[in-house]
């Protein structure tokens, strides 16, 4: 795996096992161990990599190491993968670095949904919202940065651009993330005028998103909470689904990366 930002990239290789346990109709559990060798790709001085990530390589070095575990529980009683009208999902996921390998930290995050359907479950309204905390320990002081929770963005807060919020670099002065992460969301869904009333592919959404993510030495505020309104539009295409959202940022400031058209491919979080 490869990925950059804030001038800086990552090249990840591992291997792994993991495990998806059914317990019940409804409940699964997931467990997984993998190693991962990380491979930080750095320049520094002024005009360098972002400052977290000069930062971390000056303690840790270029190359990390982790053992990765893994847990989660999930609860699921929607009534469709695709479209739900009614029913929840919660999910609790858990990630750390365990000894004897390498970097030493933990993740967790608590998400939960729920529809509440009205008009012959033709129209439906979701309530979603996310928790997330990690930090180091042990060798590792900090959640490393690549390891980061990050807001905004067509999964998140709409009407924000992808890892739009939060925490600057001071060098770069582009998004670095957080190791605190709330978001929440309320959106009424209803079919596509015209539509059919069994078998539509497509749906409406007017939604009303609100997040932020917190770096290491802030607390979770929700005084300090983004919101935004918008409308959505879902279609699941014969080959894959997409989603279209239009939204309208009520509070965001000049740290803030706006984007207000969003595209996305793949099935929305639920």
Known sequence: EV?????????TTGFGVFYGIPVSEARKINLGLAYEAILLDVTTGPTGSAQVAQTFVGIYGPKVSTLKATLGWSHDTLNSFIFPTQGGLI??????GVPPAGLQYYRASVSGSYYFPLENERSTVRIRGEVAYGDGYGSTAELPFFKNYYAGGANSVRGFRARGLGPVDSITNDPIGGNKLLTGNVEYYFPVPGSPEQGSSMRLSLFLDAGMVYGATETIDPGSLRYSVGIGFNWFTPIFPISISYGIPLNATSTDLTESFQFNIGLPIQ
């Open 3 to 11: 990925s950059g930002t804030g001038n800086y990239g990552t090249e």
């Open 91 to 96: 999910r609790v996921t858990a990630e750390g």
